[in-house]
């Protein structure tokens, strides 16, 4: 079955069969094809689409797919469509964070580390406008904001906290990725019909690490604003909301690998997609989803070859789901990409330079196929003292010992640096780095569109933005605006009475209006009004507001 594949993927254009490569991606057929070949008819402009689904595999690098492919033995859904190739580097650097990848890929700009969707302070890299840093840390309007702003209904899903940097990306503006605070208060009122995820913890108060600090209870505030706040798989999959909450974890969900042992009652990242779709194609002005299988990146960067392939096999799962329903709908675009590698994961290491031309597949991953837990995993169970070292690596795929690996386990002062490096050694896997890397990674995409060649993570923002008819550039004039700017004739001050909840005032004549930061709330008289976005404050302490805001008030008696 794998001879069938892995000499290289092959993608079907029309009827001419084209094999690519990362370092050469060609154009695959014209913009109106799908990559198998299939008609995509779109009902007017066959470069739009009435819905758009985005799914970001979290530090995915080509050789941890690769691997996924041999372990599954069978293509991968992503393998059908596979169209080009991008580049991923930062304002500032050739590797890049989660957070400047979420900026560019939603917001169509590149910016710095640790910033999300907010403009870079920092300019070094080729080909990026060094003007940026001039609105250092001005908002930027992302596609989900513009896709809410054409009416459309929108939906989030991460297997992290739903605050973690990337989906973030998509839907907050901080100067800061770890301000779960803020990016968790700016998500709860963009209005976003479906949130689906972990990260609970940063939405209650309490004193865990990710609680919130500023007093206000936001599950409180989700319920007021008619979520259905789900917490078990089986609530998501029998809500019949319009507007689900779900929160399945106070941190990040389970390993996918390792979810039917510990954690059987959280939905697969597959189950969260079908839904997320399901509900959000009720909306006849069609919808914007962003799906992110989160912890790929995690096991990458522990060097975990098991977590690895597990969620990125979880992951190919969901974007199943997203195919299936852009197949029979045939006006939906689905873009699939990496923001960015990690590890240098390689399929053979030192050992193998010179006897690799003799060594089959099945040397590299059956000693992988032993494995039925993650480290993570693994190491929970033992830690927990439900199992011994021993019973714990093999748990670990580490199965009859050898007296110098056991020795190894016993001295060992970091057990999940031992049991990478042991079973990594058995499967003769390598990995450069416990870090991010900054070589290009592949592009997928179906549908009316969909970008193909060798691209920017800057220009998915815009070919999404495009195919659901609007221009970011554009809308950003409108959506984020300086409010010293935006309020004519009027006196700003900063209420700072609440530290952590700094409030925009703005007189005019006998009108005063509160403008809570990181809310869609204007306060007149006692009197709150629902604004169609939320107010801003930047690091330089501007406040930005858009050009509805500013004609609600104007109106206002």
Known sequence: MLKNFIGGIIVNVSKKVIGVTLAGALVLGSLGLANNGEKVEAKKDPTKAKNVIMLVMDGTSAGATTLARYYKGEKLALDEIMTGGVSTFSAESAITDSAPAATALATGNKSNDKYVGVLPSVVNSPGVDPSLTKNAFKPVVNVLEGA??????TGIIATSEIQHATPAGFSAHVDQRSNYDTIAEQQVY????????????????GSGKNNRKDGENLIEVIEEKGYD?????????NSKSKK???????????????R??????????????????????????GFFLFVEGSKVDWAAHSNDPIGIIGDVLAFDSAVEKALDFAKKDKNTLVIAITDHANSG????????????????????????????????????????GEVSLT??????????????????????????????????????????????????????????????GFIDNTDIA???????????????????????????????????TDGKNPVLTVKKGKKVAAFPVNKNIMIINGKETELNSIVVQSKTGEFYVSKDTVNTFEKAK
Do not use: C
């Not at 809410?148 to 209904?153: E, T």
């Not at 933005?465 to 409010?483: T, V």
């Open 148 to 153: 809410k702003a054409s009416g459309k209904a």
């Open 190 to 205: 963009q209005g976003i019909d479906v949130v689906l995820g972990g990260g609970k913890e940063a939405l209650e108060l």
């Open 229 to 237: 706040l789900v917490e078990t798989k089986d609530a998501l999959l």
């Open 244 to 258: 689900i909450w779900g929160a399945f974890a106070p941190n990040a969900l389970a390993y996918d690998f390792d």
């Open 260 to 285: 039917e042992e510990t954690k059987p009652e959280e939905p697969t990242l597959a189950d969260m997609t079908g839904k997320a779709i399901n509900t959000l194609s009720k909306d006849k002005d």
């Open 345 to 384: 994961i390689t399929i053979g290491n030192l050992n193998t330079s010179s006897s690799y031309p003799s060594i089959p597949v099945s040397a590299y991953i059956d000693p992988l196929k032993k494995a039925s837990m993650t480290l993570e995993g693994a190491l929970t169970k033992y830690n927990a």
């Open 391 to 452: 019973e714990a690596a093999a748990l670990y795929g580490l199965d009859q010992l050898s007296n110098e690996e056991s020795a190894k386990l016993k001295a060992s002062k970091n057990l999940g640096k031992t049991f990478v490096e042991l079973l990594s050694a058995r499967a003769n896997i390598g990995f450069t780095t416990g870090g991010h890397t900054g070589e290009d990674v592949f592009l997928y995409s179906y549908g009316p569109g969909n970008p193909v």
């Open 462 to 496: 815009h070919t999404m933005a495009a195919s659901m008819g609007f221009d970011l550039k554009r809308l950003d004039k409108n959506m984020f605006i300086k409010a010293s700017d935006a309020f004519k004739g009027a006196t700003l001050k900063t209420d700072n």
